[in-house]
């Protein structure tokens, strides 16, 4: 078991330019997250999907996209990046029935110039 | 402002002492909570849980204890070990949230040997 996974590891854009975060689990969770993590401040969710089919914004979810693309992936998309986007990115991933436990990524660390 | 957060964002000890991270949040309507540790450069991994019909609980070397009157809870960490040192989170579900978790902004443990 992997656990979730996360890709890139790192990226740097620069203002303006786009890309996708991906994300997967393989524990057969039905709830999958993403949060921004800054210095300083805890996690705060961007968007989530609490079931395969469904997508919902979080605290945070200016600038962002995302698309549950099955049950195992769900990715998070910057249209036209910005510097206040400069942050280190971590999926998540949980089965409700079993509890509020979620499951992290090891991140995606962006910078954008 | 946010619901849960941390008395002191810094905490250092001896190897071998106890040491004991605290939190505050102010919804009433929490009703479960989750401490994680993060390790540099590493996701939120989880340490321990508890509901709000409990006032404590005990894991490996840690013990979570909550006081609903005044809305507080800690973590406590036996014998504190190098190994220890990361930052700690507590994070909260809110009653009615589809199981989604608000996240302090974290306290860093550094362990002297």
């Known amino acids: 078991n992997a656990g979730v996974t996360q890709t890139p590891k790192f990226q740097v854009l620069k203002t303006g330019q786009s890309m996708t975060l991906q994300c997967a689990q393989d524990?057969?969770?039905?709830?999958m997250y993403w949060y921004r993590q800054d210095p300083g401040m805890g996690l705060r969710l961007i968007y989530y999907?609490?079931?395969?089919?469904?997508?919902d914004k979080g605290e945070v979810p200016n600038g962002y996209n995302v698309s549950r693309l099955n049950k195992r992936e769900f990715s998070l998309r910057l249209e036209s990046a910005a510097p206040s986007q400069t942050s280190v990115y971590f999926c998540?991933?949980?089965?409700?029935?079993?509890?509020?436990?979620?499951?992290f990524g090891p991140g995606t660390r962006l910078t954008v110039t | 402002g946010e619901s849960v957060g941390l008395h002191l964002p810094t905490l250092s000890v001896q190897e071998g002492d106890n040491s004991i991270i605290n939190c505050a949040y102010s919804n009433s309507a929490s009703d479960y909570f989750i401490w994680y540790k993060q390790e540099s450069g590493k996701g939120p991994q989880f340490i321990i849980d508890i509901r709000s019909n409990m006032d404590k609980r005990q894991g490996q070397r840690v013990t979570v204890l909550l006081n609903k009157t005044v809305k507080h809870l800690s973590l406590q960490i036996a014998a504190t070990q190098p190994g220890d040192s990361a930052v700690y989170f507590c994070?909260?579900?809110?009653?009615?949230?589809?199981?989604?978790?608000?996240f302090g902004k974290g306290t860093l443990l550094t362990v002297n040997p």
């Open positions: 998540a991933s949980s089965e409700p029935g079993q509890g509020y436990e979620q499951y």
């Open positions: 524990m057969n969770h039905n709830s």
């Open positions: 994070a909260e579900n809110i009653r009615g949230s589809n199981y989604k978790l608000t």
């Open positions: 999907s609490a079931s395969e089919g469904t997508t």
